[in-house]
């Protein structure tokens, strides 16, 4: 079992950047591929991107490939999501997941940290 927990978030200009963080709590964090998802009012959750076990696994969805940034650290227990030229469409609650595999949809991931929210705004 894992215990995820996100932060970085915040308030952010268009064209800004920001780095959130996934921290996961227990031994076994290394067994898990890690995935970003996001989440605006009266949307599903929607995937953005995912990192295999050992990182050298990548997944971004398209609108976020080029800008976005992911990597992990096992040293740390913790998964890096690097976001460059925000734009406001990426304003959302920014949530991390857990699973056995590197997957692009919610449904599979078995663990979820509480959100941490992005504003992109002028």
């Known amino acids: 079992q894992v215990q995820l927990v996100e932060s970085g978030g915040g308030s952010v200009q268009p064209g800004g950047s920001l780095t959130l963080s996934c921290a996961a709590s227990?031994?076994?964090?290394?067994?898990?591929?890690i995935g970003w998802f996001r989440q605006s009012p009266g949307k599903e959750r929607e995937f953005v991107a995912a990192?295999?076990?050992?990182?050298?696994?990548?997944a971004y969805a398209g609108s976020m490939k080029g800008r976005f940034t992911i990597s992990r650290d096992n040293a740390k227990n913790t998964v890096y999501l690097q976001m460059n030229s925000l734009e406001s469409e990426d304003t959302a609650v920014y949530y991390c997941?857990?699973?056995?595999?590197?997957?692009?949809?919610?449904?599979?991931?078995?663990?979820w940290g509480q959100g941490t929210q992005v504003t992109v705004s002028s």
């Open positions: 997941g857990g699973a056995k595999s590197l997957y692009r949809v919610y449904e599979e991931y078995d663990y």
């Open positions: 227990g031994r076994t964090f290394s067994s898990y591929a």
């Open positions: 990192i295999g076990r050992s990182g050298t696994t990548i």
